[in-house]
Structure formats: C-alpha cells, structure tokens
C-alpha cells in the first residue's frame, strides 16, 4: 500500500517562506504527475501545483511566481517552495497524483501564515 507522507508545515509571518516535502514509499512515483493540493477551513481541497514525471510544472493562478513544485525521483520526494506566503495561504497541504484515482490520502500538513 502506498503511503505519502507530507512534512514541513508550521507558522509563518505574511512575507515567510516555507519549503514542504512529500515523500512517497513505493518506486511508482517517479513515472507519475504529481500535485500538491490544500484545503483550507471550510473549503473543498484545491490542487495548487503539478509536476510531472519529466519535470514539467504547472500552477494555480494564485501562487503563480510564489510558489515553487520540484522532484527528486531518486529520493521519491515531491517539494514545494512557497516564498511571500499570505494569510490566505493558510490551510493543510497535501500531496497526491495528479489526476484520480488518488493514492490514499496523508495526513497533510499545516501551513499557518500569521502576524
């Protein structure tokens, strides 16, 4: 069974930077497009950046030249770089393919952007 385990989360002040690492158990994930997503209180869980297996990226609007998906396939780790992060940035990440079917959701981690 496949697990991903995402780390990297804490609280950071509107400006911060934060680097979030997705590490994946199985040797499946190097072929795969991968994505990070977020959900936010109250909200449904967004796909915010995705990166395919050869390196191509992709990214939701809002953190367009703010954020920063990469890859080491050697390592089976997805990561995302957030510089000036804002408060409405805040919510749980996690990572997961691309496009369905999932792998089985982790347990995300917490991105707090406050002053």
Do not use: H
């Not at 000036?84 to 369905?100: F, G, H, I, M, Q």
């Amino acid at each position: 069974q496949v697990q991903l385990v995402e780390s990297g989360g804490g609280l950071v002040q509107p400006g911060g930077s934060l680097r979030l690492s997705c590490a994946a158990s199985v040797s499946i994930f190097r072929l795969r497009t991968m994505g990070w997503y977020r959900q936010a209180p109250g909200k449904q869980r967004e796909l915010v950046a995705g990166i395919t297996g050869s390196g191509q990226t992709n990214y939701e609007d809002s953190v367009k030249g703010r954020f920063t998906i990469s890859r080491d396939n050697a390592k089976m780790t997805v990561y995302l770089q957030m510089n000036s992060l804002k408060p409405e940035d805040t919510a749980v990440y996690y990572c997961n393919l691309r496009v369905p079917p999932y792998l089985n959701w982790g347990q995300g981690t917490q991105v707090t952007v406050s002053s």
